[in-house]
């Protein structure tokens, strides 16, 4: 059999017959007599990813990278992209190098997972004496450039070499312009900087390309000479400054003042104090900025819920609520994943709203309805939908159970509702971080929470903070203010998530674990335990208080 797309139709029969053995030699068949085919690479790469061997799917679809034509490049880039967290750039690997910048290259990949591992190579590469990290060479070095203005960084060596990268530009330019030269690399360490939310203080200069480095353009009030010379800059980087730094914060502060409010009751000079509080903080600091996600694959959200092992009838799965939306990463991505949902995004923060929307626009999304309230007052939504989801919010809440209860009064009979939520065990670091930034006094200023950073980056290893310094969190301002510096927080174990589910009525009906916290559970309790006893997953947490460091996430259904 020698036609791609016989072979592609068996191998994938074969898959959905639960053969994996025979469906990767048919994959690979595929991929090694018509190395073209993307699908080939990309169905071998699936099924060795789901037998947990992500290293050799790594190798799979690096190869597959090289062997594919352009137009299929982008599909096996966001795939690699997507593996890297289980590579290691500690050791320098060229090929690895090159396989990163066809990465970079490709709009369809999310940057930001690259973020760690082309940190890690690049200090590897540094160390082995193969390209220094001195301020001419990193300028024609296309690798630094696509990392600096694509990624925020996230590891803690190499913060320090962007700060001396930084000391070393502002030092050769003095009061002087910046040369042309250097002009890609400045903007590139503006655009890191943005990303960041200027982790280091400002400074003056008399360049107006250097003040980027301090503050965002919309702030600076650029003249045409500084846009003209923006807009002719080597790489596109000047241009991305000016649309990132500029045009899409105008966008924002335009959009922020239109959206309606859900409620009366929900404005400002009637919230209560807590609820003011949170929406200052994300007024201050939307959280998250995140960058364009690879395109999901489409499945529809009631396949989803059907497949949840306690569902009871789940009826249909059109009407949708995000409570606490955020920055619009989940109500976009979920929009995206099922285009038939109808989705309501309520968020405290204008700004945060604001960003959510103008990403929406960017992305081609339309069926999301934006709109600005507190989950406390949701009563002209009562009944209005099948599905509501709120994603690290509650925890925030001076009264959990209150938000919850006003959050299932939003939904019809048997509808379901997904929660994200911390996990007490798992935030121990965060505890020593609150305790230390209490006894120091600190509040959550920007030069406050600068200081606290390099508290925890001067830490030695075995110091209760230098775990922070592994979050990604920690490298922006209003990361590091929602990791340490929240103005409301509570944490839970899986004994208090029963009583806060028991408190609103509500019945357990999926609980989403990490592959490792489910390994765990069975290795305790045994292959055939009921994944939705909380007390059994108590029992496997109290043994590994790390598991649910990026929160619980649970399924409830109300009552028919």
């Not at 030699?25 to 699936?46: D, I, N």
């Not at 004496?129 to 190499?158: I, Q, R, T, Y």
Request: negative net charge; charged residues 20%; aromatic residues 6%.
């Amino acid at each position: 059999m020698s036609d791609p797309d016989a072979l592609l139709k068996t191998a994938r029969a074969l898959e959905a017959s639960g053969d994996d053995a025979a469906a990767f030699q048919t994959f690979k068949a595929c991929a090694q007599t018509h190395p073209h085919t993307a699908p080939a690479w990309l169905g071998s790469a699936r099924i060795l990813i789901r037998q947990g061997d992500r290293g050799l799917a790594t190798q799979v679809l690096s190869t597959g990278l090289r062997a594919v034509g352009h137009a299929d490049r982008g599909r096996l880039a966001a795939a690699f992209a997507a593996q890297l967290g289980a590579f290691s750039g500690r050791t320098y690997h060229p090929k690895l190098e090159q396989d990163l910048l066809a990465c970079f290259a490709e709009p369809a990949v999310e940057h930001q997972a690259l973020a760690r591992v082309t940190a890690e190579l690049l200090l590897a590469r540094e160390a082995s004496g193969a390209a220094p990290a001195d301020l001419d060479a990193v300028a024609g070095d296309p690798l630094w450039l696509a990392f600096l203005s694509l990624c925020l960084n996230v590891e803690a060596a190499m913060e320090a070499n962007i700060a001396a990268l930084r000391v070393a530009l502002i030092a050769k330019v003095g009061q002087g312009e910046v040369p042309a030269p250097l002009e890609p690399l400045t903007c590139a360490l503006a655009l890191q900087a943005f990303a960041g939310e200027y982790l280091a203080p400002g400074f003056e200069a008399s360049d107006p390309l250097l003040r980027t480095l301090s503050a965002p353009l919309a702030d600076l009030s650029p003249g045409p000479d500084l846009m003209e010379r923006l807009a002719a800059i080597p790489g596109g980087f000047g241009g991305q400054l000016v649309k990132r730094t500029l045009d899409d914060l105008v966008v924002e502060r335009r959009l922020a003042r239109a959206f309606p409010t859900l409620t009366e009751r929900g404005a400002q000079d009637t919230e209560d104090a807590v609820s003011a509080a949170v929406r200052h903080q994300y007024e201050l600091n939307p959280y998250p900025r995140w960058s364009e996600p690879p395109t999901p694959d489409q499945r529809p959200l009631a396949s989803v819920i059907a497949a949840l092992p306690g569902i009871i009838d789940p009826g249909p799965v059109n009407r949708l609520l995000i409570a606490g939306c955020g920055t619009g990463y989940e109500a976009i991505d979920l929009a995206r994943t099922d285009p038939t949902l109808r989705i309501t995004a309520l968020d405290l923060s204008r700004p945060s709203l604001a960003y959510g929307a103008r990403m929406a626009t960017e992305l081609g999304v339309r069926a999301i309805d934006f709109r600005q309230g507190d989950i406390l007052h949701l009563e002209p939504l009562e009944g209005a939908f099948d599905v509501a989801v709120s994603t690290g919010v509650l925890h925030h809440m001076d009264d959990p159970a209150a938000g919850l209860a006003s959050m299932v009064g939003t939904l019809r009979p048997g509808g379901v509702l997904r929660l994200g939520l911390y996990s007490e065990r798992a935030r121990a670091a965060v505890r020593a971080a609150q305790s230390e930034i209490r006894a120091r006094g600190l509040t959550a200023s920007p030069d406050d929470i600068r200081a606290f950073r390099q508290i925890v980056l001067d830490a030695p290893a075995h110091s209760p903070l230098a775990p922070l310094r592994t979050s990604d969190d920690f490298y922006s301002l209003s990361g590091c203010r929602d990791l340490v510096f929240h103005v409301q927080e509570r944490a839970y174990d899986p004994l208090g998530l029963m009583d806060l589910l028991a408190g609103a009525g509500l019945t357990l009906v999926g609980f989403d674990a990490p592959e490792e916290a489910m390994a765990r559970f069975h290795e305790r309790h045994g292959p055939a335990a009921n994944t939705l006893d909380l007390t059994l997953w108590d029992a496997v947490e109290a043994d590994h208080p790390g598991l649910f460091a990026g929160m619980y996430h649970l399924w409830a259904q109300k009552p028919l």
